[in-house]
T-cell receptor
Framework: DGGITQSPKYLFRKEGQNVTLSCEQN?????MYWYRQDPGQGLRLIYY???????QKGDIAEGYSVSREKKESFPLTVTSAQKNPTAFYLC??????????????FGSGTQLSVL | AQSVSQHNHHVILSEAASLELGCNYSYGGTVNLFWYVQYPGQHLQLLLK??????LVKGIKGFEAEFIKSKFSFNLRKPSVQWSDTAEYFC????????????FGKGTHLIIQP
């Protein structure tokens, strides 16, 4: 089945620790996105990448880092600089024709909590 | 930068009632508009989208939305809700049709009482 796979489903972070959330897609999509979902806040864009080896900051990039070495993969690292990391993290991708009419495909999310 | 405002954070309705969820956006140029739904324990799913043409858009599960450009609005409607419509609903906008992601509203939590 084509889709987006996020892992792990649940992740716990200790103080001062960096953690990495995985996002893999086999949809051959060029564009990939990371969103953070907090109760009552909706989804906020952290980082996005429109092509391999290139990415841009979203609205709340501070304390996060990403890489896009392969088209299929867009891992997100939550660094120790992110003081409030507890949230539900959603990865999404969008394919060809995104400038006109495509839609986002979402993964099932990773719930990150601080110990 | 664009922004999206959803007026109601929590809505409680009885089955068979009519639904209208408000959504306003701020952006002066061309926009693509979306409504997404998140059922309990499930992925975000696209309900409907507007890019151009007829401003009244029909989506899945009997939902529709009307784009009113003069009001910068894209309200979601359903004439008769069901218990299974209980979910979180998000309005989103993509300004200019680019691939720089969507801006989401804060969501409306809809509860349908049987």
């Amino acid at each position: 089945d084509g889709g987006i796979t996020q892992s792990p489903k649940y992740l716990f972070r200790k103080e001062g620790q960096n953690v990495t959330l995985s996002c893999e897609q086999n949809l051959n999509h060029d564009a990939m996105y990371w969103y953070r979902q907090d109760p009552g806040q909706g989804l906020r864009l952290i980082y996005y990448s429109q092509i391999v080896n290139d990415f841009q900051k979203g609205d709340i990039a501070e304390g996060y880092s990403v890489s896009r070495e392969k088209k299929e993969s867009f891992p997100l690292t939550v660094t120790s600089a992110q003081k409030n990391p507890t949230a539900f993290y959603l990865c999404a991708s969008m394919g060809q024709g995104y400038a006109t009419n495509e839609k986002l495909f979402f993964g099932s999310g990773t719930q990150l909590s601080v110990l | 930068a664009q922004s999206v405002s959803q007026h109601n954070h929590h809505v409680i309705l009885s089955e068979a009632a009519s639904l209208e969820l408000g959504c306003n956006y701020s952006y002066g140029g061309t926009v693509n508009l979306f409504w997404y739904v998140q059922y309990p324990g499930q992925h975000l799913q696209l309900l409907l989208k507007y890019f151009s043409g007829d401003p009244l858009v029909k989506g899945i599960k009997g939902f529709e939305a009307e784009f009113i450009k003069s009001k910068f609005s894209f309200n979601l409607r359903k004439p008769s809700v069901q218990w299974s419509d209980t979910a979180e609903y998000f309005c989103a906008v993509n300004a200019g049709g680019g691939a720089d992601g969507l801006t989401f509203g804060k969501g409306t939590h809809l509860i349908i009482q049987p």
